[in-house]
């Protein structure tokens, strides 16, 4: 189990670190495919959420949950994020939820993974799809509906793809789940939009560890256009919320970040979070063998 993000936002929304609603062409007859990768919320409770990367040839599925502790816990309204995993079979996922804790920013220190639920995820489209959750430690359990969290990301499960993909440049299969090996219990995922009619457009989920929660978990988002393989984009920090709950949470730009691609498999990161005197550089590869094939086929590689 690796990795980890969190807080959405939208590439039409002049705010950080929140997300924001829309709409978008339906295609009621999609299965679960490459195409649902990415960034999905529930808009009720914007500023939490999960980005989902899958390997179709094995039918595997690996989702990070980004989101806060409850505000009747004992820990109440601080950031905490869980992982779940597992095979999928047309429309539908059941997957174990795992949390993940022991861990300290950018470091290799063990992390202990343990299951303590149960996610069942289910898509009627392109754009939408429904998370129902069970989670026995905590005596939690719900059903939300999910929407893309970026408008437009939906092309490729719809089959638009651009006519001419020659070439390394920003590429829907990017998206996904990266990470250092060395540092394996925390991670990054990705979701980039190719936009014909603006800017190119990344977000990046980073789960991590920090010091100020009871639990050591951290989550932080970045996000802004795309120059080609490589983007300089704000890093923000989104606080406040309860979990599954529509709480109001509060997003502040915190520092920045330089993400390039070399290659499908392989990107390099450095960053800089300005307010804690924290900065460092990260080579970060695939965490799911196979899910590099989408973008070889746009990058015109096979």
Known sequence: VIVGATGFSN???DEGGAFVFHSGSLRADTEVNPGHIGAWFNPITAG?????????DSQFMFLAWFAYTEDDSGNPNQQHWLTAEGSYSGYRATLPIYETLGGKFDDLQPVNSTIIGTLELSFNDCVSGQASYSIDSWGATGTFPLVRA?????NVCLGHLASDYSGLFANDGWDGAWYDPETAGQ??????HPNPNADDFIFIAWFTYGETNASGQRWLTAEGPMNGAQATI???ETTGGSFDDPTTVNSEQIGTMNIEFKNCNRASLTYELTNESLSGSIDIVRVIPGTEALCEELSGMN
């Open 11 to 13: 590439p039409e929304d």
């Open 48 to 56: 939490q959420g999960q980005l989902i990367d899958i390997e179709p």
């Open 150 to 154: 970026i408008p437009g990301s939906e």
């Open 234 to 236: 704000d890093v923000y």
């Open 187 to 192: 991670g990054f995922l990705i979701d980039v």
